[in-house]
């Protein structure tokens, strides 16, 4: 006979996602060596469906690209998409457009973030 898991056991949703979102993240945020300029077009795995080219010279759009690989992106397309400073310029208001996971798993992994957040309070 198999146990079967209780519901105690088991992990939250938001213990699953977490984890998820914590096993793509860069060892630090100097491994952010994307582009800064010019576009960019997104791999079918991160962007499936709607846009997959962005042009980083456009606000919204540089915005939109690191929403999606933030959200959708594995490991590698963090390190190779994203750019730290970039990514620490735009913090403020785009910690706002992502869930509360991944926000949540990017500042406790990277205090520069969360301070980035306070100082632009």
Do not use: C, K
Not at 85 to 100: A, Y
């Amino acid at each position: 006979m198999v146990p079967q898991p209780t519901p105690s056991s088991s992990p939250s949703a938001a213990e699953v996602l977490r984890g998820r979102y914590t096993s793509r993240l860069p060892a630090r945020l100097e491994d952010l060596a994307g582009p800064v300029t010019g576009r960019v077009e997104l791999p079918l795995h991160v962007a499936w469906s709607g846009l997959r080219t962005y042009d980083l010279d456009r606000p919204r759009q540089r915005m939109s690209l690191y929403r999606t690989v933030l959200a959708e992106g594995q490991h590698g397309d963090l390190t190779t998409l994203l750019d730290r400073n970039l990514l620490l310029d735009q913090w403020p208001v785009l910690r706002t457009l992502v869930s509360r996971h991944i926000r949540d798993v990017w500042e406790d992994s990277f205090p520069e973030l969360a301070r980035r957040n306070s100082t632009a309070a």
